[in-house]
Each structure stands twice: as C-alpha cells, then as structure tokens.
C-alpha cells in the first residue's frame, strides 16, 4: 500500500508540470513579444501601439534585434527601408543594451517633406542635419555605418548604392560630429508614426579611415 501511495503521488506531480507547461505555452508567455522584421528576429522592448502585418511594422513603439552587433567595438552596417508620417521619426539605436539604452541613437524626423538626422548619446546630442535631396514624403532606402571603434563613433549615411565618403548623405567627420560612442552590443528601432519594412545588419561598407 505504501509503494502505491508513493507512485500515485508521483504521477500526480507529473500531470501538474504537464499541466503548467501547457498553460505556459497557451498563454504564449515565452512568444508574445517576439516577431521578425523580413529576416531579422525581434524582441518588442516598448509596445506602444505597433502593428505588424507580412511587409513591415507600423506605428509607434521599439525593438531590440536578436542578432546582436557582436563586440562593442565593432563596425557595422545598417540598411532601413522606411517611411514616415508627417512629424514623425524613425530612431536607430546601435550598440545598446537589451533594452536599447547606453547606445548611440540616430534619429530621422520628417517635417513637411523635408528628412533631418541627429546622433545622440547619453543627455548630448548633435546639430540636426537636413537632407536637402532626400524627399520625406517618399519611401525611403538608407544605408548607415556606425564605427563605434572610434571616438567619437564615426556615422556614415548613404541613400545610394555608392558607399564612399564623398557621396555620403552624412558623415559625422566633416560634419557635426557624434556625441560619443554607444556601450553595448545590441541594436534596435524605436518608431514613432513610422513604417519599417527592411532592417539589416551586415559588414560596414566603408573601409577607409
């Protein structure tokens, strides 16, 4: 009798855990906040009210990509296919923490039809810069690199194909220079009445100094 109480005490612990794991996985506890963004897996820091449907995300809220930039010192490229809503923003936020503070944030704002960028780190941030030949009613296709083995980190913007300092958008050596340099080894996005469909991170495509 003893051995039976024992092997029924054992079985009903079983069906419990049993149990509990399908609660968990009902739930979607674990799944909720996780998505992807084409290719590139996320998790959501800050809900806020993003859509997402089969071509992009919408809205206005933040992620945090699950392949990470790898060291804090690395140099990385960044291609966003975006588009904003009148005063809105799209912000890229490199070489972060998992919830994408500590990092170096490059911030688009559309203003009428006019595209202006920003860097911050920290509480500093720099002298915004307008893209006179960039239409912020358009989508747009850019491609950022981010030294962060630099200081300050050295940015670099393209909105074509050709990836050399004389035909960047940006570049924070001649222009106004970056706050500083971000101390992670995460990135992510934090839209605000924006639309993303592509975010890649790859190699940087500036090999010069």
Same mark, same amino acid.
């Given at each position: 009798m003893f051995t039976g109480d024992k092997?029924?005490?054992?079985?009903?612990?079983?069906?419990?855990?049993?149990?509990a794991g399908c609660d968990k996985g009902a739930t979607g506890?674990?799944?909720?906040?996780?998505?992807?963004?084409?290719? /590139?897996?996320y998790v959501t820091v800050d809900t806020g009210n993003l859509a997402s449907s089969g071509t992009g995300l919408k809205g206005q809220g933040s992620i945090a990509f699950k392949d990470p930039v790898g060291a804090i010192g690395a140099r990385k490229s960044y291609a966003l296919a975006f588009s904003?809503?009148?005063?809105? /923003?799209?912000?890229?936020?490199?070489?972060a923490d998992e919830s994408l503070k500590n990092g170096l944030?490059?911030?688009?704002?559309?203003?009428g039809n006019s595209v202006a960028a920003a860097m911050t780190v920290g509480t500093v941030t /720099?002298?915004?810069?307008?893209?006179?030949?960039?239409?912020? /009613? +358009?989508?747009?296709?850019?491609?950022?690199?981010?030294?962060?083995?630099? =200081?300050?980190?050295?940015?670099?913007?393209?909105?074509?194909k050709d990836y050399s300092a004389v035909n960047a958008i940006l570049d924070?050596?001649?222009?106004?220079?970056?706050?500083? +340099?971000?101390?992670g080894t995460f990135w992510?996005?934090?839209?605000?009445? =924006?639309?993303?469909?592509?975010?890649v991170i790859?190699?940087?495509k500036f090999t010069g100094e």
């Amino acid at each position: 009798m003893f051995t039976g109480d024992k092997n029924l005490k054992k079985l009903s612990l079983i069906a419990l855990l049993v149990i509990a794991g399908c609660d968990k996985g009902a739930t979607g506890t674990d799944t909720a906040n996780q998505g992807s963004l084409g290719s /590139s897996p996320y998790v959501t820091v800050d809900t806020g009210n993003l859509a997402s449907s089969g071509t992009g995300l919408k809205g206005q809220g933040s992620i945090a990509f699950k392949d990470p930039v790898g060291a804090i010192g690395a140099r990385k490229s960044y291609a966003l296919a975006f588009s904003l809503d009148d005063g809105g /923003s799209l912000t890229l936020v490199a070489n972060a923490d998992e919830s994408l503070k500590n990092g170096l944030e490059l911030k688009f704002s559309r203003t009428g039809n006019s595209v202006a960028a920003a860097m911050t780190v920290g509480t500093v941030t /720099s002298a915004a810069k307008n893209f006179v030949a960039v239409d912020g /009613s +358009q989508a747009l296709n850019l491609t950022i690199d981010i030294h962060n083995d630099e =200081a300050p980190a050295h940015v670099m913007i393209w909105s074509g194909k050709d990836y050399s300092a004389v035909n960047a958008i940006l570049d924070s050596e001649t222009d106004d220079a970056a706050p500083g +340099q971000g101390r992670g080894t995460f990135w992510g996005l934090k839209l605000n009445q =924006a639309t993303v469909t592509e975010a890649v991170i790859a190699a940087a495509k500036f090999t010069g100094e």
